[in-house]
């Protein structure tokens, strides 16, 4: 059994037989919406792929009162796709930056390249905006190459969450430096005991599958996985606990109907530690151990 949004949303190859929707709405960082017919139709694409040798792979809901609206879903017709988008390799932007003359920080060589590419009319240059910003981050770390930078801004990190920021910043560094890349904090002691705490504990869950993403491209610098893996085991046994012991958020959306508080709870519990909002905690966040 995997109990996982992530896993499955990002298309990795599992061996799955069913799967079954805990809700068919998301929080999209600004309100909570109903999953689009591309959103369920990829997540449930994923029952009976990937050499599965259990048969035809199986959709379902947790609440029956969904079903409908799964149906509905499901059999609901794609509009079809008129034009892609296309990133950069890093052999372009590295072309790009010596045809500047090496005249840019990487943030505006990503945005000079964004604002100049031309493109035909099936396809657009996607927004490279994110990258940038992790690249303004980063942009203190002397000694990095083009290559570097531009691995380290693909990296599954918030350049608004100020733990993310300051990891990254010292991650870079380090790695400039040829030093290991130290991960600086412990899961705290205890589980969340607010929807703040729980929020905080997401947050620095998200860094540490940021620096295992970072040692499968940097295995020398990025060494001490065992100890991320530790971690990331424990913060996930507390997020959990949370969810099972956290009262219900004041006007949380269960985005099923008909459910318990209990569930309720859990359901806005989840909600809230997913949004990725501006600030995120400081390096100094209480609960987290040097």
């Not at 998301?26 to 029952?47: C, H, M, N, S």
């Not at 990296?155 to 380090?174: M, Q, V």
């Not at 990025?222 to 100890?227: A, D, N, P, V």
Request: charged share 25%.
């Amino acid at each position: 059994m995997l109990i996982a949004s992530d896993a499955i949303g990002m298309g990795l190859n599992l061996r799955i037989q069913r799967i079954i929707f805990a809700s068919l709405s998301k929080f999209d960082g600004t309100t909570v919406r109903p999953l689009a017919p591309t959103e369920v139709k990829q997540i449930a694409g994923r029952a009976g792929r990937y050499s599965s040798n259990l048969g035809a792979g199986e959709v379902t809901c947790l609440h029956d009162g969904d079903l409908p609206l799964l149906r509905r879903t499901l059999s609901a017709p794609l509009s079809p796709l008129t034009r892609s988008g296309l990133a950069p390799t890093f052999e372009q932007l590295e072309l790009f930056d010596r045809a500047s003359g090496h005249s840019m920080s990487f943030a505006e060589l990503l945005m000079a390249f964004e604002e100049s590419a031309r493109l035909s009319e099936r396809h657009f240059c996607c927004a490279l905006e994110p990258m940038a910003r992790l690249a303004e981050i980063i942009e203190c770390a002397d000694g990095l190459g083009l290559y570097e930078r531009h691995v380290l801004c693909q990296a599954p990190l918030d350049p608004r969450d100020t733990l993310h920021a300051n990891l990254l910043r010292s991650w870079a560094r380090e790695l400039a430096k040829g030093k290991p890349a130290r991960l600086r904090y412990a899961p705290p002691e205890r589980p969340p005991r607010s929807h703040a705490e729980l929020q905080s504990l997401e947050s620095y869950f998200r860094a540490l599958d940021g620096y295992l993403w970072l040692a499968l491209r940097f295995a020398e610098s990025f060494s001490h996985t065992e100890k991320a893996h530790s971690y990331r085991d424990a913060c996930a046994a507390m997020i959990e606990a949370a969810l099972d012991d956290l009262p219900p958020l004041e006007g949380g959306s269960d985005g099923g109907g008909g459910h318990s508080q209990r569930e309720r709870g859990r359901v806005a519990a989840r909600e809230l530690a997913n949004r990725k909002r501006s600030g995120g905690f400081s390096c100094d966040a209480e609960g987290l151990r040097r």
